[in-house]
């Protein structure tokens, strides 16, 4: 069941996770991802009324069931809502809903821009052209998949590796687009990856700021491509997703440091750009096949052993 009457761009607009009378258990507001944010709620039976929204909205049932009234422009939609059943509110329309029972939830709320940016890059058609259109109670096995990998990222205490959220974001974005919106379903799709040199220069921005939490946008202007297809081509010309490829890099920057012997394992850790040393030892041991410890271990009988023969020899 969809709405599409035209929106209205000139209401005055609110941020709905602003506006919530409930503190949210978990919130993306900290992690700085672009274009996204994501708050995990349990709510107890309420009802709310909002103003038109300055962002659309997804809400993700992480729970038992609960009946849902819906009122979005003069139009009611209701229903029971189970478990990985999406509620799809489109920005600038007055909404008001009533839950009968506590709920959890994840609620994203996308930027109108950001959405507008991703069709554009991913579809190539004009913003003015993208109508985001009301769902009430559906399952997207898509976007419960998409849900739960930002959810297991959003509950880490840790900053968050923002080209991970961020690719994440696009590519939920581009299903929004695809299956959810006025715009025709066909995303181009570009082939032959990255030019050597554009490669080349995307690879030293990764390794020169390994430490950084760096974004997906800010590669992707480094060679003046736009981040959806950056990210595509990227893996097309490497095998890996950027964010994927910038562990791979912070685990070989780890094994120099490991076998020269001189840092701690947790303070390589942190200067590689890991949270700290169990966020190291996690991705070394997975890719490399053995822990840091063992390398450095290894690496001091190494060096134990060459002073040994120079002296002999001396």
């Known amino acids: 069941m969809r709405q599409s009457q035209p929106k209205d761009e000139s209401l005055e607009t609110i941020s709905l ?12 507001k900290s992690k700085g991802w672009n274009g996204i944010t994501i708050e995990y709620y349990h ?13 659309h909205l997804i809400t993700l049932n992480c729970g038992s069931p609960y009946r849902l009234v819906q009122q979005l422009d003069g139009q009611v939609y209701e229903g029971q809502v189970v478990k990985g059943d999406i509620i799809l509110t489109p920005a600038y329309h007055p909404t008001q809903w009533y839950w009968d029972r506590e709920v959890d939830v994840l609620h994203l709320c996308f930027e109108p821009t ?28 898509q976007i419960q998949h998409i849900s739960h990998l930002l959810l297991t990222e959003l509950e880490s205490e840790k900053l968050g590796n923002r080209l991970y959220a961020e690719s994440l974001a696009n590519a939920l974005a581009v299903h929004l687009i695809r299956e959810y919106s006025s715009v025709e379903k066909i995303v181009r799709q570009y082939s032959g990856g990255l030019s050597k040199s554009n490669l080349q220069r995307a690879i030293a921005y990764i390794q020169e700021h390994l430490d950084q939490d760096i974004s997906l946008d800010e590669i992707a202007a480094e060679i003046n491509l736009s981040s959806y297809h950056f990210a595509r081509l990227f893996k097309q010309s490497t095998g890996l997703a950027p964010h994927q490829y910038q562990i791979r890099c912070r685990v070989e920057r780890a094994k120099e440091l490991l076998q020269q012997g001189d840092m701690a394992i947790a303070d ?13 030892n996690r991705h070394f041991k997975r890719i490399v096949g053995v822990s840091p410890k063992a390398i450095q271990q290894n690496s001091k009988n190494v060096l134990w052993i060459g002073k040994s023969v120079q002296d002999y020899t001396a």
């Open 268 to 280: 390589i850790a942190t200067y590689v750009g890991f949270y700290d040393q169990s966020h190291l």
């Open 114 to 141: 950001f959405v507008a940016k991703v069709a554009a890059e991913a579809v190539e058609v004009d913003a003015a052209h993208v109508e985001v259109f009301n769902y009430f109670a559906v399952a997207d096995l």
């Open 17 to 28: 996770l602003d506006e919530l009378p409930d503190r949210p258990v978990l919130s993306s």
């Open 43 to 55: 709510h107890p039976a309420n009802e709310l009324v909002s103003p038109p929204l300055s962002q």
